[in-house]
């Protein structure tokens, strides 16, 4: 197989190697315009989802035998190819795993809109993750994989959030990064405008919900509530809504979902511009949810929701 590709790269102090390595720094991937992928589970879904923006792909002997996929996957889209040793592989990258790619920032699904976030045959998007200021690139990774793999339509990373070509947000996608729609840089305020106006204009306004430890309603209570709704059964918890005059969110409706800082959380200001406060229970002795995996329960909850709803499960 490793006959098939471009002339092997033996010197990991060549300028080129020095360059892909650079990527790893934002100074140099604004610079240049591209970015890294690292690892074959990366490298498969972008030369599989996102060829256009593929520069370059490197693999060493060993990898390029172990992942034949890639390779043909990456021929078949007419790329470039090259093997490389593992000395030069580390250059580039210690987190390569032998499997890398050089993408191009412009076109990538991190180049989205919230324009680009526009009804599709009439339909607005029903299922939105909102990140407000989180930091942390491996969980900004996390929640991309887990907002793809609920079926979600997009992910934003509002101003003040990790960038989202960060090396560590790629990786921690697995992939899924060339999934869906990423929206980078966006005022949380002008977000939720623009989808609640999209929505509108689609006739389903999304219903903005953020994810708060003190959230007023129980996101468990909310998954009961969707069920019984689904099956058309009453529940004694209507009847204890309808005395108090409470309206409680619907989660088989189209849904935004905010989630804040992993230390300070939402702000009152961020809290008060969403329709309600919803909290994920903790029933052990744990103190508190990893943000990644308070979103991705909270996302798999709207998901089931939904797809109750549709009559999908």
């Not at 007023?216 to 709704?229: G, K, T």
Request: glycine content about 8%; charged content about 20%; proline content about 4%.
């Amino acid at each position: 197989m490793t006959e098939r590709l471009d002339a092997q790269l033996t010197n990991p102090r060549a300028e080129r190697v020095r360059r892909v390595g650079g990527l790893s720094r934002r100074s140099a991937r604004r610079r240049h315009g591209q970015f890294l992928v690292e690892g074959p589970q990366g490298v498969r879904e972008a030369v599989v989802h996102a060829a256009r923006q593929v520069r370059d792909v490197y693999l060493t002997p060993a990898a390029a035998d172990r992942h034949p996929e890639i390779v043909a996957a990456a021929r078949a889209a007419r790329l470039h190819l090259h093997t490389a040793t593992a000395d030069v592989l580390d250059a580039m990258s210690e987190d390569a795993q032998g499997v890398l790619a050089v993408l191009d920032a412009a076109g990538a699904t991190t180049s989205a809109t919230l324009e680009d976030l526009a009804a599709v045959e009439g339909a607005a998007p029903r299922l939105v993750a909102v990140l407000a200021g989180v930091a942390d690139p491996g969980n900004a990774g996390t929640v991309i994989r887990a907002a793809d793999a609920a079926g979600a339509d997009a992910v934003v990373l509002t101003a003040g959030s990790v960038e989202a070509l960060n090396p560590k947000v790629v990786r921690s996608t697995a992939g899924s990064l060339f999934h869906l729609p990423v929206v980078t840089g966006a005022p949380l305020d002008a977000t939720l405008a623009e989808l609640r106006a999209r929505g509108a204009a689609a006739g389903a306004a999304p219903t903005v919900l953020a994810a708060d430890a003190a959230g007023e309603w129980d996101l468990d209570e909310l998954q009961d509530r969707a069920h019984s709704a689904a099956i058309g059964a009453a529940t004694t918890w209507d009847d204890a809504l309808a005395a108090t005059e409470l309206l409680a969110p619907d989660l088989a409706a189209p849904t935004v979902w905010v989630f804040g800082n992993e230390a300070h959380g939402l702000a009152p200001a961020e809290r008060d511009a969403c329709d309600a406060v919803v909290r994920v229970p903790i029933h052990g002795l744990a103190e508190s949810l990893n943000l990644a995996t308070a979103a991705t329960l909270c996302l798999y909850a709207s998901a089931r929701a939904q797809r109750r709803g549709d009559g999908r499960g």
